[in-house]
């Protein structure tokens, strides 16, 4: 395993318990495994508003994801999300 799948570990296992408790689904779904098999984490941003889509979100109605996640789930978990999102933030808190 190389040095950014090692990131990418450190990240589902520092972030994936509280995803899954907000989302209820796990954060591995929404790493691309392609880009982390060649050392690069990538939160799928696709598949998560493709995911958002099936839970109800619709741009037309609600704007953009982030204006989503916090009329429904509140700052707080735009902010975590945003980290997440970022592997370098998420690494170095």
Do not use: C
Request: aromatic content about 16%.
């Amino acid at each position: 395993m190389n040095k950014e799948m090692d990131k990418t570990e450190l990240v589902l296992k520092k972030y994936s318990r509280k995803f899954k408790q907000i989302f209820g689904v796990e954060l591995r779904y929404f790493v691309n495994p392609l880009l982390a098999r060649i050392g690069f984490y990538d939160f799928d941003i696709v598949a998560f508003d493709d995911w958002l889509h099936k839970k109800g979100y619709s741009e037309y109605e609600h704007g953009s994801i982030k204006d989503y996640i916090i009329m429904k789930y509140g700052e707080g978990v735009a902010e975590f999300l945003m980290k997440v999102m970022d592997i370098g933030e998420a690494i170095n808190e």
